[in-house]
């Protein structure tokens, strides 16, 4: 493989695999921490809308998803999204509905005495949230959300069927200039791995970090 396929199309479309992870990253954990703590809410009409919303998105192809906000939805708003944004907006939806799961078991497991002390204590219910459970759960999370967030990485795979110039679809325009499919798929193999490995050791760093917060030794698989 050359250095001009490397230049023109293998590292703008790592740049924007790792753009899409991010953005869509960004986008899942607002939904997951949004719909999460609402499932955990008092009012049962709010539980029923978070619990609709989790059905809806976990239940749904993040594919067709994908297509439907890009091709469906322009008929029905009178404005379009360029790919990437549809793409981000597909993904983060979709994987926000499992982070919701993570967030609501996590704030389950906190002890029950936990709560009680914070009404006892005249705590609003926002107070208890931030002050008790999420410091609590948080921990908790971190390793469902690194595989999770790896299961992202290589979901963002699906926007080369928009046209979006990520990795793969610079590896299927490589393959179609080369004509070789072993060596540049082998390559973007190990690309994907090494970028799963630095969002993995990150995710580890950050759980050490919480756990330490709250003098909790770290647990054997996240050294």
Not at 2 to 8: A, D, E, K, N, R
Not at 108 to 131: D, I, K, S, Y
Not at 177 to 204: D, K, P, W
């Amino acid at each position: 493989m050359t250095s001009g396929l490397w230049q023109h199309w293998v590292l703008p479309g790592i740049w924007i695999t790792i753009q899409l992870t991010v953005y869509s990253a960004a986008l899942a954990v607002v939904v997951a921490f949004g719909i999460g703590m609402a499932r955990a809410h008092r009012s049962r009409v709010v539980r029923f809308l978070a619990g609709f919303y989790t059905e809806i998105f976990r239940g749904t192809s993040s594919l067709v998803l994908m297509f439907w906000i890009f091709f469906v939805l322009p008929n029905l708003v009178g404005w379009a999204l360029v790919p990437m944004w549809a793409a981000v907006l597909a993904l983060g939806l979709s994987y926000g509905a499992y982070g919701a799961e993570i967030v609501r078991g996590a704030l389950n497991a906190v002890a029950p005495a936990q709560r009680e002390a914070g009404v006892a204590l005249n705590f609003t219910p926002w107070q208890r949230m931030r002050l008790i459970l999420l410091p609590q759960a948080i921990p908790e999370m971190m390793p469902p959300f690194s595989n999770l967030l790896i299961e992202l990485l290589k979901g963002t795979a699906l926007v080369s069927l928009l046209g979006v110039g990520d990795v793969s679809f610079a590896a299927y325009l490589v393959r179609l200039a080369t004509q070789e499919s072993s060596q540049i798929y082998s390559v973007v193999l190990a690309i994907y791995f090494v970028i799963a490995f630095v969002l993995t050791r990150g995710m580890r760093a950050l759980e050490r970090k919480t756990r330490a917060n709250l003098g909790l030794q770290t647990t054997g698989g996240a050294r």
